[in-house]
């Protein structure tokens, strides 16, 4: 009863555009008008004020000198974000604050559009899904997603990372190497997220890509290594990083760091690094890729990358490819749809809402088991409809 309710509605084209416009509102009431935080964006907009000072941005006492409060935290972004910073600095704060949010705004309409296109144009024919709903419904879940809001509040870069990372392997499987090239080191300013996809090029032996990449990124670190020293700026930057993981905001057990090792954690048990099982597990997805639909593995790393690395839960919303692929498997099972649906809405609600009945931490961690679950369906999925895919070649 419910699922043919959803399906009549899903084809209702008034449901459709009430849907959109209503993600859309939300965008503008909660994200744009109703808060003002940029807590984030105050960081990158100080790290610009130094370098147009030609100061050192990894050092606290610049920060302080240019009236920032760094108490909370330092800078501990590597070189290459400089042009975003240098932009952001190149205004007074209140416009800065406005740029940023544009370029959040801007990254979530491309991030969605993406979404659409790996439903409309995968690599393989056979699961191109017919008719326009994921037009209407992925932009309307990619924009109105509490992930998005938040990083719009605070002037996050994941949105920026999350939206390089798809399209620059989007276009990396579609012949477009220097533009790709060009987005993977872009994203490289969060290497948390973009380690494993990297890694996937590497072994791919994508050397075109990644060759643009490497000097890409090396032009965007021009300006702090010109300050600091072509070396030293590298030294400080990693030297930022001892400190980083000491904020409160990214110890084992806050609310919102997101990973397996921090479920465990919250658990009672302690665990080293689990990083190097994610590349080990992505090393083994590269030597079984002839089973896997290539488009999928986009989100596999992806979700890889926050299960096994470290992540706040914000940067789920880099889990954006999941929702394309799962439509291409589902579309054509609305009941099972619905069971996927359910998880991902689960996975999206506020974690706060919980809190008001639900007093255990542990429990608390529900979203990492959902992206778990979500991560291996997904790669079964992958497994057996490329099966059949070779079996009706």
Not at 310 to 333: E, G, N
Request: include cysteine; charge should be positive.
């Amino acid at each position: 009863m419910i699922t043919s309710v959803v399906y009549r509605l899903s084809k209702n084209l008034l449901f459709r555009i009430a849907f959109l416009l209503c993600a859309c509102t939300a965008l503008v009431v909660v994200a744009i008008i109703g808060f003002n935080q940029h807590f984030d964006t105050k960081y990158l907009y100080v790290a610009g004020l130094s370098w147009w000072e030609g100061l050192n941005a990894y050092d606290p006492d610049v920060a302080s000198q240019l009236g920032a409060n760094q108490s909370l935290g330092g800078f501990f972004y590597p070189p290459q974000i400089a042009p975003l910073c240098l932009l952001l600095g190149a205004f007074p704060w209140t416009q800065a604050k406005v740029v940023m949010t544009l370029l959040n705004v801007f990254c979530t309409g491309i991030l969605a559009f993406l979404g659409v296109l790996l439903v409309k144009q995968p690599q393989v024919k056979q699961l191109r899904v017919p008719g326009s709903s994921p037009g209407w419904f992925i932009p309307a879940i990619v924009i109105a997603n509490p992930f998005t809001l938040n990083i719009i509040v605070l002037g996050q870069t994941t949105l920026i990372v999350a939206t390089a990372l798809v399209s620059g392997w989007y276009y990396a499987y579609r012949g477009r190497w220097v533009l790709s090239g060009v987005l993977i080191a872009i994203s490289t300013i969060k290497p948390q997220l973009s380690l494993l996809v990297i890694l996937w090029l590497l072994l791919e032996r994508r050397w075109r890509i990644l060759a643009v990449a490497a000097v890409t990124t090396l032009i965007f670190c021009l300006v702090p290594m010109v300050i600091t020293g072509p070396i030293d700026v590298f030294f400080h930057w990693f030297a930022s990083l001892g400190a980083h993981k000491n904020i409160f905001a990214n110890v084992l057990g806050f609310p919102a760091v997101f990973s397996i090792k921090n479920l465990l954690y919250t658990a009672g048990i302690q665990v080293p690094q689990l990083l190097p099982l994610g590349i080990v597990i992505t090393v083994l997805l590269w030597r079984y890729r002839s089973r896997l639909i290539i488009d999928d593995v986009i989100g596999l790393l992806l979700a890889i990358s926050v299960l096994f690395g470290f992540a706040h839960h914000y940067d789920l919303i880099a889990l954006a490819p999941l929702m394309a692929a799962f439509w291409r498997h589902l579309s054509h099972r609305p009941k099972v749809t619905l069971v996927a649906l359910t998880m991902m809405f689960v996975m999206f609600f506020p974690r706060n809402v919980f809190m008001t009945f639900i007093h255990s931490e542990l429990l608390l961690q529900y979203r990492v088991l959902l992206v778990i679950g979500l991560t291996i369906w997904l790669g079964v999925m992958s497994v057996k409809r490329k099966a059949e895919i070779w079996g009706m070649s």
